[in-house]
């Protein structure tokens, strides 16, 4: 079936660096990606997402962008601070009604 | 201002067993899902509301588990003969409407079978 999936499933950066999390997406009808953080032993939240006519879309110390030439979603974080460590997940919309699908996550985890 | 209220937090119940998981959201959000979360896993698609009706509930997966919605507000997720494998994080959230990206989550309920 279709799915969106993650290429890594763990990432480990220092503190000050920018961090970039990757996500592959299977249906080309998706009209909008969204990222999710989730803390430990916490629901979801979001945090950014962009419509499917988007290449680019900034956010506060976040950036995501929209390759749909290779179905390719990623998110960065500038500046990764020990708070920002939590797993991501990728996710798709209106493709299959008004359902969101999500990936499997990311683990990010931030060395002090 | 309250965001998604889910009860319990924790069950822990024997095989076979029936269990009621329920959710409050976002006074006003016309939308209302159910997700699962396995451990280390991503969230499983269960179910969503617009208003009291369910348009999507082919996540749902077996006939064991159904759920409601009543007054556009309240949500009632039951599972009944439960199994094993039912073992998750069940995870409601809510929203204005359908068709957005942003869904406001509540802390999850814990489900373990015995």
């Known amino acids: 079936g279709e799915s969106v999936g993650l290429h890594l499933p763990t990432l480990s950066v220092q503190e000050g660096d920018n961090s970039i999390i990757n996500c592959a997406y299977s249906n080309s009808a998706s009209d909008y990606f969204i990222w999710y953080k989730q803390e430990s032993g916490k629901g979801p939240q979001f945090i950014i997402d962009?419509?499917?006519?988007?290449d680019k879309r900034q956010g506060q110390r976040v950036t995501v962008l929209l390759n749909k030439t290779v179905k390719h979603l990623s998110l960065q974080i500038a500046a990764t601070q020990p708070g920002d460590s939590a797993v991501y997940f990728c996710a798709e919309g209106g493709s299959q009604g008004g359902k969101l699908i999500f990936g499997q996550g990311t683990e990010l985890s931030v060395k002090p | 201002g309250a965001g998604v209220s889910q009860s319990p937090s924790n069950k822990v119940t024997e095989k076979g067993k029936d269990v009621e998981l329920r959710c409050d959201p976002i006074s006003g959000h016309t939308a209302l899902y159910w997700y699962r979360q396995s451990l280390g896993q991503g969230l499983e698609f269960l179910i969503y509301f617009q208003g009291n009706s369910a348009p999507d509930k082919s996540g749902l997966p077996s006939d064991r588990f159904s759920a409601e919605r009543t007054g556009g507000s309240v949500s009632t997720l039951t599972i009944q003969r439960t199994q094993q494998e039912d073992s998750a994080v069940y995870l409601c959230?809510?929203?204005?409407?359908?068709?957005?990206?942003?869904?406001?989550f509540g802390e999850g309920s814990r489900l373990t079978v015995l």
């Open positions: 959230a809510s929203s204005p409407r359908v068709y957005t990206g942003e869904l406001f």
């Open positions: 962009i419509r499917s006519n988007m």
